[in-house]
């Protein structure tokens, strides 16, 4: 029991080792679309590559099939927690962009300044429309028609799922600074249609 734990360990330190080794070589020397499908996609490499190393070697004999499948969709689904909780989210998050000014400015940042921050500074520097455009064009829940950004078939369920979602299944207490609120379960619900943002049907 002893040996097979060990070999486990060694199983997924080997695996991550080789999808770090991967996605090292695909962000440096590869073009990169979406972090997050390429971090993923490095992620099924590593474990193709794994599975042929783990069917050669004898090492790995003493599992059986079922513990091997067992083993395959551990080390599946600790890639994608990989790609995920890394450079997607280091890639993508406020939270980490806030800290990162703070340490910018000496650690320190008046608060009511934040606001100011994130509309000036954050859509700027971290390119954050050109982005997300990308993003939802490689994922085909949008489509560019001239000037106008118009939702796909897969655009429209992906909206009503999270919107579902949201709803249901995400906190009605929810601290928001000193005080709890369900604001986020429906966070468009007193927003208005502002026109402006409509695209121009006159052409």
Do not use: W
């Not at 890639?79 to 997607?88: D, E, K, N, R, V």
């Not at 000496?106 to 982005?131: C, Q, T, W």
């Not at 950004?149 to 919107?163: A, C, M, Q």
């Amino acid at each position: 029991m002893k040996s097979k734990l060990k070999t486990f360990f060694l199983a997924i330190s080997l695996y991550l080792f080789t999808y770090a080794l991967i996605y090292l070589v695909h962000i440096n020397f590869f073009r990169v679309n979406v972090i997050f499908y390429s971090a993923l996609l490095d992620s099924f490499i590593a474990l193709i590559i794994f599975v042929v190393c783990f069917v050669s070697t004898r090492v790995f004999k003493k599992f059986s099939n079922s513990e091997s499948c067992m083993l395959f969709l551990i080390l599946l689904l600790v890639g994608y927690s990989f790609s995920i909780s890394l450079p997607t989210v280091i890639d993508r998050s406020l939270s980490f962009y806030f800290l990162e000014k703070i340490k910018q400015h000496d650690g320190a940042i008046n608060r009511n300044a934040m606001s100011e921050i994130f509309i000036n500074d954050y859509m700027i520097e971290y390119k954050l429309v050109e982005m997300r455009l990308t993003e939802q064009l490689r994922s085909g829940t949008i489509e560019m028609l001239d000037d106008c950004i118009v939702l796909t078939k897969r655009g429209y369920l992906v909206t009503k799922f999270s919107s579902f979602f949201r709803r249901n299944f995400l906190a009605n207490k929810r601290l928001i600074l000193d005080e709890y609120s369900d604001q986020l379960t429906d966070p468009l619900q007193n927003s208005l249609v502002n026109t402006q943002y409509l695209c121009d049907t006159d052409e």
